[in-house]
Protein backbone atom coordinates (compact mmCIF):
# COMPACT_ATOMS: atom_id res chain seq x y z
CA UNK A 1 0.00 0.00 0.00
CA UNK A 2 1.72 3.08 -1.08
CA UNK A 3 1.26 6.29 1.56
CA UNK A 4 -0.92 8.46 -0.53
CA UNK A 5 -3.36 5.46 -0.97
CA UNK A 6 -3.64 5.56 3.28
CA UNK A 7 -4.15 8.88 3.38
CA UNK A 8 -6.63 8.92 0.80
CA UNK A 9 -8.41 6.16 2.66
CA UNK A 10 -8.32 7.90 5.90
CA UNK A 11 -9.53 10.58 4.48
CA UNK A 12 -12.74 8.33 2.97
CA UNK A 13 -13.27 7.06 6.65
CA UNK A 14 -13.40 10.26 7.98
CA UNK A 15 -15.43 12.14 5.44
CA UNK A 16 -17.78 8.71 5.94
CA UNK A 17 -17.94 8.98 10.19
CA UNK A 18 -17.92 12.83 10.02
CA UNK A 19 -21.37 12.42 7.39
CA UNK A 20 -23.30 9.96 9.69
CA UNK A 21 -22.54 12.55 12.59
CA UNK A 22 -24.22 15.37 10.58
CA UNK A 23 -27.10 13.50 9.65
CA UNK A 24 -27.95 12.69 13.38
CA UNK A 25 -27.25 16.00 14.32
CA UNK A 26 -29.44 17.92 11.75
CA UNK A 27 -32.56 15.76 12.63
CA UNK A 28 -32.10 14.62 16.22
CA UNK A 29 -30.15 17.97 17.50
CA UNK A 30 -30.39 20.64 15.34
CA UNK A 31 -33.67 22.48 17.33
CA UNK A 32 -36.78 23.63 14.48
CA UNK A 33 -36.09 27.56 13.68
CA UNK A 34 -37.98 29.76 15.78
CA UNK A 35 -39.99 31.76 13.72
CA UNK A 36 -41.29 29.32 10.85
CA UNK A 37 -45.16 28.96 11.47
CA UNK A 38 -45.93 25.98 9.55
CA UNK A 39 -44.55 22.56 9.82
CA UNK A 40 -44.15 21.92 6.43
CA UNK A 41 -41.27 24.86 6.61
CA UNK A 42 -39.89 24.09 9.30
CA UNK A 43 -39.04 20.35 8.33
CA UNK A 44 -38.15 22.88 4.98
CA UNK A 45 -35.70 24.52 6.98
CA UNK A 46 -33.52 21.54 7.49
CA UNK A 47 -32.68 20.87 3.99
CA UNK A 48 -30.78 24.26 4.58
CA UNK A 49 -27.90 22.23 6.42
CA UNK A 50 -27.19 20.45 3.26
CA UNK A 51 -27.65 22.93 0.93
CA UNK A 52 -25.14 25.55 2.26
CA UNK A 53 -22.30 22.88 2.82
CA UNK A 54 -23.38 21.90 -0.91
CA UNK A 55 -22.85 25.62 -2.74
CA UNK A 56 -19.71 26.11 -0.45
CA UNK A 57 -18.03 22.86 -1.95
CA UNK A 58 -18.85 23.88 -5.38
CA UNK A 59 -17.37 27.34 -4.73
CA UNK A 60 -14.09 25.72 -3.10
CA UNK A 61 -13.83 23.25 -5.82
CA UNK A 62 -14.29 25.99 -8.61
CA UNK A 63 -11.45 28.48 -6.54
CA UNK A 64 -9.35 25.72 -6.44
CA UNK A 65 -10.13 24.53 -10.33
CA UNK A 66 -8.89 28.31 -10.99
CA UNK A 67 -5.95 28.44 -8.88
CA UNK A 68 -5.07 24.52 -10.46
CA UNK A 69 -5.23 27.00 -13.81
CA UNK A 70 -2.75 29.73 -12.64
CA UNK A 71 -0.77 26.78 -11.38
CA UNK A 72 -1.03 24.86 -14.47
CA UNK A 73 0.00 27.95 -16.86
CA UNK A 74 3.17 28.78 -14.34
CA UNK A 75 5.06 25.51 -14.04
CA UNK A 76 2.57 23.43 -17.04
CA UNK A 77 2.76 19.97 -14.77
CA UNK A 78 0.34 17.63 -15.57
CA UNK A 79 -0.81 16.91 -12.08
CA UNK A 80 -2.45 20.68 -11.71
CA UNK A 81 -4.73 20.13 -14.90
CA UNK A 82 -6.08 16.85 -13.34
CA UNK A 83 -6.43 18.71 -9.77
CA UNK A 84 -8.32 21.02 -12.50
CA UNK A 85 -10.48 18.98 -13.71
CA UNK A 86 -11.30 17.11 -10.89
CA UNK A 87 -12.48 19.83 -9.31
CA UNK A 88 -14.44 21.25 -11.76
CA UNK A 89 -16.68 18.07 -11.92
CA UNK A 90 -17.10 17.47 -8.39
CA UNK A 91 -17.95 21.40 -7.69
CA UNK A 92 -20.30 20.42 -11.02
CA UNK A 93 -21.46 17.60 -9.27
CA UNK A 94 -22.21 19.83 -5.81
CA UNK A 95 -23.70 22.19 -7.20
CA UNK A 96 -25.84 20.44 -9.14
CA UNK A 97 -27.27 19.07 -6.19
CA UNK A 98 -27.58 22.39 -4.57
CA UNK A 99 -29.91 23.66 -7.76
CA UNK A 100 -32.09 20.37 -6.53
CA UNK A 101 -31.78 20.97 -2.78
CA UNK A 102 -32.74 24.59 -3.47
CA UNK A 103 -35.63 23.20 -5.44
CA UNK A 104 -36.86 20.82 -3.19
CA UNK A 105 -36.91 23.81 -0.32
CA UNK A 106 -38.32 26.71 -2.49
CA UNK A 107 -41.47 24.55 -2.73
CA UNK A 108 -42.64 24.70 0.32
CA UNK A 109 -41.60 27.89 1.09
CA UNK A 110 -41.84 30.06 -1.59
CA UNK A 111 -44.36 27.39 -3.46
CA UNK A 112 -42.80 26.99 -6.82
CA UNK A 113 -39.95 25.17 -7.58
CA UNK A 114 -37.89 27.76 -9.38
CA UNK A 115 -38.24 31.44 -9.44
CA UNK A 116 -36.62 34.13 -12.50
CA UNK A 117 -34.46 35.87 -9.11
CA UNK A 118 -30.75 36.97 -9.55
CA UNK A 119 -28.88 34.61 -7.32
CA UNK A 120 -31.12 31.27 -8.96
CA UNK A 121 -29.98 33.27 -12.36
CA UNK A 122 -26.32 33.91 -11.71
CA UNK A 123 -26.01 30.42 -9.78
CA UNK A 124 -27.69 28.52 -12.77
CA UNK A 125 -25.59 30.57 -15.52
CA UNK A 126 -22.31 29.74 -13.22
CA UNK A 127 -23.82 25.69 -13.60
CA UNK A 128 -23.57 26.15 -17.11
CA UNK A 129 -20.79 28.19 -17.42
CA UNK A 130 -18.36 24.91 -16.11
CA UNK A 131 -20.35 22.41 -17.85
CA UNK A 132 -18.94 24.89 -21.06
CA UNK A 133 -15.67 23.40 -19.14
CA UNK A 134 -16.46 20.19 -19.64
CA UNK A 135 -17.58 20.74 -23.54
CA UNK A 136 -14.56 22.59 -24.15
CA UNK A 137 -12.02 19.97 -22.92
CA UNK A 138 -14.12 17.37 -24.94
CA UNK A 139 -13.58 19.48 -28.37
CA UNK A 140 -9.68 19.48 -28.09
CA UNK A 141 -7.38 16.48 -29.22
CA UNK A 142 -4.03 17.74 -28.37
CA UNK A 143 -3.52 16.86 -24.52
CA UNK A 144 -1.31 19.68 -23.82
CA UNK A 145 -3.53 22.27 -25.47
CA UNK A 146 -6.82 21.25 -23.81
CA UNK A 147 -4.80 21.35 -20.28
CA UNK A 148 -3.86 24.94 -21.07
CA UNK A 149 -7.19 26.24 -22.57
CA UNK A 150 -9.09 24.55 -19.99
CA UNK A 151 -6.62 26.75 -17.00
CA UNK A 152 -7.67 29.68 -19.05
CA UNK A 153 -11.26 29.32 -18.86
CA UNK A 154 -11.16 28.22 -15.38
CA UNK A 155 -9.51 31.15 -14.34
CA UNK A 156 -11.94 33.73 -15.98
CA UNK A 157 -15.26 31.54 -15.28
CA UNK A 158 -14.28 31.94 -11.80
CA UNK A 159 -14.59 35.24 -11.84
CA UNK A 160 -18.64 34.64 -12.01
CA UNK A 161 -18.62 33.36 -8.71
CA UNK A 162 -18.27 36.25 -6.44
CA UNK A 163 -21.14 37.90 -8.44
CA UNK A 164 -23.38 34.92 -7.26
CA UNK A 165 -22.43 35.46 -3.74
CA UNK A 166 -22.54 39.28 -3.74
CA UNK A 167 -25.71 38.78 -5.77
CA UNK A 168 -27.95 38.22 -2.98
CA UNK A 169 -26.49 41.11 -0.88
CA UNK A 170 -26.49 44.10 -3.82
CA UNK A 171 -29.66 43.27 -5.32
CA UNK A 172 -33.42 43.09 -4.62
CA UNK A 173 -33.92 38.94 -3.98
CA UNK A 174 -36.66 36.41 -2.36
CA UNK A 175 -32.94 34.83 -1.36
CA UNK A 176 -32.59 34.59 2.44
CA UNK A 177 -29.44 35.22 3.70
CA UNK A 178 -28.44 33.68 6.92
CA UNK A 179 -24.74 34.52 7.74
CA UNK A 180 -24.98 38.95 7.70
CA UNK A 181 -27.67 40.77 6.97
CA UNK A 182 -30.35 40.16 3.68
CA UNK A 183 -32.29 41.68 1.21
CA UNK A 184 -36.02 42.96 2.80
CA UNK A 185 -37.76 41.28 0.41
CA UNK A 186 -35.78 37.77 1.54
CA UNK A 187 -38.89 35.45 2.04
CA UNK A 188 -38.28 31.86 3.87
CA UNK A 189 -35.19 33.50 6.45
CA UNK A 190 -34.49 32.83 9.85
CA UNK A 191 -32.14 33.30 12.66
CA UNK A 192 -29.09 31.02 13.51
CA UNK A 193 -29.25 30.30 16.92
CA UNK A 194 -26.42 29.22 19.06
CA UNK A 195 -27.46 25.32 18.51
CA UNK A 196 -28.46 25.96 15.20
CA UNK A 197 -24.87 27.14 14.43
CA UNK A 198 -23.18 24.79 15.89
CA UNK A 199 -24.93 22.03 13.51
CA UNK A 200 -24.18 24.23 10.78
CA UNK A 201 -20.68 24.31 10.94
CA UNK A 202 -20.15 21.34 11.82
CA UNK A 203 -22.20 20.30 8.54
CA UNK A 204 -19.93 22.84 6.78
CA UNK A 205 -16.54 21.22 7.77
CA UNK A 206 -18.09 17.57 7.19
CA UNK A 207 -19.04 18.57 3.77
CA UNK A 208 -15.46 19.66 3.37
CA UNK A 209 -13.96 16.73 4.33
CA UNK A 210 -16.18 14.82 2.00
CA UNK A 211 -14.64 17.19 -1.05
CA UNK A 212 -11.29 16.69 0.06
CA UNK A 213 -11.59 12.78 0.52
CA UNK A 214 -13.84 12.76 -3.28
CA UNK A 215 -11.08 15.23 -5.04
CA UNK A 216 -7.80 12.46 -3.72
CA UNK A 217 -9.79 9.63 -4.80
CA UNK A 218 -10.74 11.08 -8.46
CA UNK A 219 -7.23 12.87 -8.59
CA UNK A 220 -5.66 9.79 -8.47
CA UNK A 221 -7.94 7.67 -10.73
CA UNK A 222 -7.40 10.88 -13.34
CA UNK A 223 -3.72 10.37 -13.08
CA UNK A 224 -3.91 6.28 -13.19
CA UNK A 225 -5.88 6.57 -16.29
CA UNK A 226 -3.49 8.70 -17.96
CA UNK A 227 -0.81 6.18 -16.91
CA UNK A 228 -2.51 3.30 -18.24
CA UNK A 229 -3.40 5.15 -21.67
CA UNK A 230 -0.10 6.34 -21.64
CA UNK A 231 1.44 2.45 -21.48
CA UNK A 232 -1.21 1.41 -23.54
CA UNK A 233 0.29 3.87 -26.24
CA UNK A 234 3.41 2.66 -25.79
CA UNK A 235 2.70 -0.92 -26.24
CA UNK A 236 0.91 -0.43 -29.58
CA UNK A 237 3.37 1.52 -30.76
CA UNK A 238 6.16 -1.14 -29.66
CA UNK A 239 4.07 -4.25 -31.08
CA UNK B 1 7.78 50.41 -33.87
CA UNK B 2 6.66 51.41 -31.09
CA UNK B 3 3.94 49.41 -29.43
CA UNK B 4 1.12 51.48 -30.00
CA UNK B 5 2.04 51.26 -34.17
CA UNK B 6 1.51 47.65 -33.91
CA UNK B 7 -1.05 47.47 -32.55
CA UNK B 8 -2.88 50.05 -35.08
CA UNK B 9 -1.47 47.96 -37.86
CA UNK B 10 -3.35 45.02 -36.80
CA UNK B 11 -6.38 46.74 -37.02
CA UNK B 12 -5.63 48.39 -40.19
CA UNK B 13 -5.00 44.96 -41.62
CA UNK B 14 -8.38 43.65 -40.22
CA UNK B 15 -9.88 46.74 -41.43
CA UNK B 16 -8.55 46.48 -44.93
CA UNK B 17 -9.49 42.91 -45.26
CA UNK B 18 -13.09 43.60 -43.93
CA UNK B 19 -13.36 46.45 -46.31
CA UNK B 20 -12.51 44.31 -49.66
CA UNK B 21 -15.55 42.04 -48.87
CA UNK B 22 -17.61 43.90 -46.28
CA UNK B 23 -19.00 40.40 -45.66
CA UNK B 24 -18.98 40.46 -41.93
CA UNK B 25 -20.01 43.57 -41.31
CA UNK B 26 -23.35 43.32 -43.26
CA UNK B 27 -23.96 39.96 -42.01
CA UNK B 28 -23.70 41.17 -38.36
CA UNK B 29 -26.06 44.08 -39.51
CA UNK B 30 -28.72 42.09 -41.08
CA UNK B 31 -28.61 39.46 -38.58
CA UNK B 32 -29.23 41.55 -35.36
CA UNK B 33 -32.35 43.63 -37.62
CA UNK B 34 -33.64 39.94 -38.15
CA UNK B 35 -33.16 39.62 -34.34
CA UNK B 36 -34.82 42.69 -33.69
CA UNK B 37 -37.58 41.57 -36.23
CA UNK B 38 -38.12 38.38 -34.95
CA UNK B 39 -38.84 39.38 -31.29
CA UNK B 40 -41.59 41.12 -32.49
CA UNK B 41 -43.83 38.38 -33.28
CA UNK B 42 -42.17 36.11 -31.01
CA UNK B 43 -42.90 38.17 -28.06
CA UNK B 44 -46.53 39.81 -29.46
CA UNK B 45 -44.99 43.31 -29.31
CA UNK B 46 -47.85 45.91 -28.58
CA UNK B 47 -47.63 49.58 -27.60
CA UNK B 48 -47.76 48.56 -23.97
CA UNK B 49 -45.17 46.07 -22.64
CA UNK B 50 -42.45 47.31 -25.98
CA UNK B 51 -40.81 49.99 -23.26
CA UNK B 52 -39.94 46.53 -20.98
CA UNK B 53 -38.70 44.30 -23.58
CA UNK B 54 -36.76 47.23 -25.21
CA UNK B 55 -33.66 46.40 -23.60
CA UNK B 56 -33.47 42.69 -23.32
CA UNK B 57 -34.41 42.87 -27.56
CA UNK B 58 -31.89 45.61 -28.01
CA UNK B 59 -28.80 43.40 -25.98
CA UNK B 60 -29.66 39.68 -27.75
CA UNK B 61 -29.37 41.74 -30.89
CA UNK B 62 -26.01 43.13 -29.83
CA UNK B 63 -24.23 39.97 -28.17
CA UNK B 64 -25.84 37.81 -31.11
CA UNK B 65 -24.34 39.97 -33.73
CA UNK B 66 -21.31 40.50 -32.15
CA UNK B 67 -20.95 36.67 -31.57
CA UNK B 68 -21.28 36.00 -35.41
CA UNK B 69 -17.94 38.95 -35.65
CA UNK B 70 -16.18 37.07 -33.20
CA UNK B 71 -16.41 33.74 -34.15
CA UNK B 72 -15.30 35.04 -37.77
CA UNK B 73 -12.24 36.86 -36.40
CA UNK B 74 -10.22 34.10 -36.03
CA UNK B 75 -11.63 31.33 -38.12
CA UNK B 76 -10.60 33.59 -41.20
CA UNK B 77 -7.19 33.91 -39.64
CA UNK B 78 -6.38 30.47 -39.70
CA UNK B 79 -8.32 29.38 -42.80
CA UNK B 80 -6.58 31.83 -44.68
CA UNK B 81 -3.28 30.52 -42.74
CA UNK B 82 -2.68 34.05 -42.04
CA UNK B 83 -2.26 33.25 -38.23
CA UNK B 84 0.79 31.93 -38.69
CA UNK B 85 2.13 35.79 -40.41
CA UNK B 86 0.74 36.90 -37.52
CA UNK B 87 2.44 35.21 -35.19
CA UNK B 88 5.91 35.11 -37.12
CA UNK B 89 5.66 39.13 -37.06
CA UNK B 90 8.16 40.63 -34.66
CA UNK B 91 5.40 41.67 -32.46
CA UNK B 92 4.18 41.02 -28.40
CA UNK B 93 1.62 38.31 -28.44
CA UNK B 94 -0.50 41.07 -26.01
CA UNK B 95 -0.52 43.68 -29.26
CA UNK B 96 -1.86 40.95 -31.11
CA UNK B 97 -4.51 40.55 -28.71
CA UNK B 98 -4.91 44.59 -28.67
CA UNK B 99 -5.40 44.51 -32.51
CA UNK B 100 -7.72 41.89 -32.55
CA UNK B 101 -9.54 43.38 -29.95
CA UNK B 102 -9.69 46.80 -31.03
CA UNK B 103 -11.07 45.31 -34.42
CA UNK B 104 -13.52 43.36 -32.96
CA UNK B 105 -14.98 46.23 -30.83
CA UNK B 106 -14.98 48.55 -34.04
CA UNK B 107 -16.71 46.08 -36.06
CA UNK B 108 -19.38 45.72 -33.72
CA UNK B 109 -19.70 49.78 -32.72
CA UNK B 110 -20.63 50.26 -36.44
CA UNK B 111 -23.50 48.11 -36.46
CA UNK B 112 -24.36 49.07 -33.32
CA UNK B 113 -24.55 52.98 -34.72
CA UNK B 114 -26.46 52.04 -37.44
CA UNK B 115 -28.90 49.54 -35.31
CA UNK B 116 -29.45 52.38 -32.49
CA UNK B 117 -31.73 54.97 -34.27
CA UNK B 118 -33.18 52.25 -36.16
CA UNK B 119 -34.00 50.57 -33.00
CA UNK B 120 -34.96 54.05 -31.36
CA UNK B 121 -37.46 54.59 -34.19
CA UNK B 122 -39.28 51.08 -34.23
CA UNK B 123 -39.90 51.20 -30.57
CA UNK B 124 -41.07 54.49 -30.50
CA UNK B 125 -38.53 55.35 -27.90
CA UNK B 126 -37.07 59.12 -27.08
CA UNK B 127 -34.66 59.62 -29.27
CA UNK B 128 -32.52 62.22 -26.83
CA UNK B 129 -31.24 59.20 -24.63
CA UNK B 130 -29.16 57.80 -27.95
CA UNK B 131 -26.10 59.34 -26.58
CA UNK B 132 -26.29 58.00 -23.34
CA UNK B 133 -27.52 54.93 -25.36
CA UNK B 134 -24.23 54.70 -27.25
CA UNK B 135 -21.82 55.40 -24.20
CA UNK B 136 -23.65 52.37 -22.38
CA UNK B 137 -23.70 50.12 -25.50
CA UNK B 138 -19.97 50.67 -26.09
CA UNK B 139 -19.03 49.95 -22.66
CA UNK B 140 -20.79 46.45 -23.02
CA UNK B 141 -19.50 45.73 -25.69
CA UNK B 142 -15.78 46.45 -24.22
CA UNK B 143 -16.58 43.59 -22.15
CA UNK B 144 -18.35 41.62 -24.15
CA UNK B 145 -15.54 41.42 -26.65
CA UNK B 146 -12.44 41.57 -24.20
CA UNK B 147 -12.91 37.83 -23.29
CA UNK B 148 -15.01 37.32 -26.61
CA UNK B 149 -11.73 37.89 -28.36
CA UNK B 150 -9.58 35.47 -25.84
CA UNK B 151 -11.92 32.96 -26.85
CA UNK B 152 -12.81 33.29 -30.20
CA UNK B 153 -8.46 32.43 -30.84
CA UNK B 154 -8.96 29.28 -28.23
CA UNK B 155 -12.05 28.07 -30.45
CA UNK B 156 -10.44 28.03 -34.02
CA UNK B 157 -8.39 25.13 -32.29
CA UNK B 158 -11.15 22.82 -31.26
CA UNK B 159 -13.13 20.35 -33.03
CA UNK B 160 -16.39 22.43 -32.59
CA UNK B 161 -15.20 25.79 -33.98
CA UNK B 162 -17.89 28.43 -34.03
CA UNK B 163 -20.78 26.34 -32.38
CA UNK B 164 -18.44 26.16 -28.89
CA UNK B 165 -18.14 30.06 -29.51
CA UNK B 166 -21.50 31.21 -27.69
CA UNK B 167 -21.63 28.53 -25.24
CA UNK B 168 -18.53 29.60 -23.15
CA UNK B 169 -18.76 33.08 -24.04
CA UNK B 170 -22.52 33.61 -22.99
CA UNK B 171 -22.48 32.52 -19.23
CA UNK B 172 -19.09 34.00 -18.68
CA UNK B 173 -20.59 37.53 -20.10
CA UNK B 174 -23.40 37.67 -18.01
CA UNK B 175 -22.36 39.93 -15.70
CA UNK B 176 -21.76 42.76 -18.52
CA UNK B 177 -24.78 41.69 -20.21
CA UNK B 178 -27.23 41.92 -17.01
CA UNK B 179 -25.31 45.18 -15.62
CA UNK B 180 -25.93 46.65 -19.92
CA UNK B 181 -29.67 45.67 -19.93
CA UNK B 182 -30.51 47.15 -16.57
CA UNK B 183 -28.74 50.95 -17.47
CA UNK B 184 -30.37 50.52 -20.63
CA UNK B 185 -33.65 50.14 -19.47
CA UNK B 186 -32.74 52.93 -16.92
CA UNK B 187 -31.96 55.49 -19.42
CA UNK B 188 -34.83 54.50 -21.51
CA UNK B 189 -37.39 54.68 -18.37
CA UNK B 190 -35.57 58.47 -18.01
CA UNK B 191 -34.23 57.19 -14.43
CA UNK B 192 -31.20 59.34 -13.52
CA UNK B 193 -28.08 57.30 -14.24
CA UNK B 194 -26.83 58.31 -10.27
CA UNK B 195 -29.56 55.90 -9.25
CA UNK B 196 -27.97 52.90 -10.80
CA UNK B 197 -24.48 54.09 -10.03
CA UNK B 198 -24.02 49.89 -8.42
CA UNK B 199 -24.87 49.12 -12.63
CA UNK B 200 -22.81 51.22 -14.05
CA UNK B 201 -19.81 49.90 -11.22
CA UNK B 202 -19.97 46.80 -11.80
CA UNK B 203 -20.05 46.96 -15.88
CA UNK B 204 -16.94 49.03 -15.44
CA UNK B 205 -15.42 46.76 -13.03
CA UNK B 206 -16.24 44.04 -15.19
CA UNK B 207 -15.00 45.97 -18.26
CA UNK B 208 -11.40 46.41 -16.58
CA UNK B 209 -11.10 42.77 -15.45
CA UNK B 210 -12.04 41.20 -18.34
CA UNK B 211 -9.83 43.19 -20.42
CA UNK B 212 -6.73 42.87 -18.41
CA UNK B 213 -6.97 38.79 -17.60
CA UNK B 214 -7.56 38.19 -21.03
CA UNK B 215 -4.83 40.56 -22.45
CA UNK B 216 -2.79 38.30 -19.50
CA UNK B 217 -3.71 35.23 -20.74
CA UNK B 218 -3.64 35.46 -24.43
CA UNK B 219 -0.24 34.37 -24.72
CA UNK B 220 -0.96 30.85 -23.64
CA UNK B 221 -3.95 30.62 -26.32
CA UNK B 222 -1.78 31.29 -29.03
CA UNK B 223 1.39 29.17 -28.53
CA UNK B 224 3.03 27.16 -31.76
Redesign the interface.
Known sequence: MTPGNRWTLLLIGAAAVFMVIAIVLVFGVAPDAANLTTETERYAQRIFYFHVPNWWVGFLAFLIAAASGVMYLTSEREVWDVVGLSCVEIGLTFTTIGLITGSIWAKPTWNTWWTWDPRLTTAAVGWLMYVGYLMLRDAIEHPQRRARFAAVFSIIAFLSVPVNFMAIRWWRTIHPVVIGSGSLDAQGGFALGPNIQLVFFFCLFAFTVLFAALLALRVRTEWLARRVEQVRQQVLSRG | MPYLRKVLAIVAKDIAAELRTREMLSSMFVFSLLVILIFNFAFDLRADNQAALAPGVLWVAITFAGMLGLSRSFILEKDRGSIEGLLLAPVDRSAIYLGKLLGNVLFIAVVEMIILPIFIILFNLPADALPVLVGVTLLGTLGFAG?GT?FSA??V????REV?LP??LF??V??VM?SSVKLTAAILDRVPLSEVQ?WLSLLVA?DV??MT??FM?FD??L?E
Open positions: VLMVHTRALVLPVVPLNFIFLSLYVE
